[in-house]
């Protein structure tokens, strides 16, 4: 059962481009939306996070918006760049135990 | 450097074998955990700990097992139970839980079970 679904599978933009990625949740008791980047060969690392008292955060060029309603959230990467090119996972949960998406693999062409 | 070693990066056993998977972080975390990662499925939670000497299943905890004696130290089994250990595992620490400080992971370990 995938309680976090994320789309596209795949993404590719031209530099200077919007990378827009989805994640939508069914469990209302999540309260912890993070945003994971990660390059080939190493291991996922902390990009952005929300929570559900705001319906958006910016962090650079890093957006997350949420919508608690439609229990969605989605992560905007304005003005994207090749070195962007990554996997990005989106996460959902509670105190303890994450539950991920399965990953939106983004090419950024220069 | 403060960070999460894991070793070693590749791993190549023998089907029938366990294998145990070594995680070592000095970064002074109380929580750890243990994620698996297919292509096409994300990451899946093994086995986390919140603190020494104790340790919670997550979602795909059969054919694993893991120990929790030392703070720094937090190693995974793959025994001869688990039908499919052929993937990339992950493992990761975060001062308190995973919603309260940044969960940071370490480089991972190619398992490959021939």
């Known amino acids: 059962q995938q309680q976090v679904k994320q789309s596209p599978q795949s993404l590719i933009v031209q530099k200077g481009g919007i990378s827009i990625i989805n994640c939508a949740y069914e469990?209302?008791?999540?309260?912890?939306f993070p945003w994971y980047q990660q390059f080939p060969g190493k291991g996922p690392a902390l990009l952005i996070a929300i929570r559900p008292d705001v319906s958006e955060k910016k962090e650079g060029r890093f957006t997350i918006s949420f919508n608690k309603s439609a229990k969605q959230f989605s992560l905007h990467i304005m003005d994207s760049q090749p070195g962007d090119s990554a996997t990005y996972f989106c996460a959902a949960g509670g105190s303890y135990i994450p539950t991920f998406g399965r990953g939106t693999s983004l090419i950024v062409h220069p | 450097d403060g960070g999460i070693t894991q070793s070693p990066k590749y791993l190549f056993r023998k089907e029938g074998q366990n294998v145990t998977l070594s995680c070592e972080q000095n970064l002074n975390h109380d929580a750890m955990y243990w994620y698996r990662q297919d292509p096409g499925q994300g990451l899946r939670l093994i086995y986390y700990?919140?603190?020494?000497?104790?340790?919670q299943k997550g979602d795909i905890a059969e054919g694993y097992s893991v120990s929790r004696e030392k703070k720094e130290s937090f190693p995974l089994t793959v025994t001869s139970a688990q039908k499919n250990p052929t993937a990339f595992y992950l493992c990761a620490s975060s001062r308190g839980t995973w919603r309260t400080d940044t969960q940071y992971f370490g480089p991972g370990t190619r398992l490959t079970v021939l």
């Open positions: 700990s919140q603190i020494v000497n104790d340790f």
């Open positions: 469990n209302t008791a999540f309260d912890y």
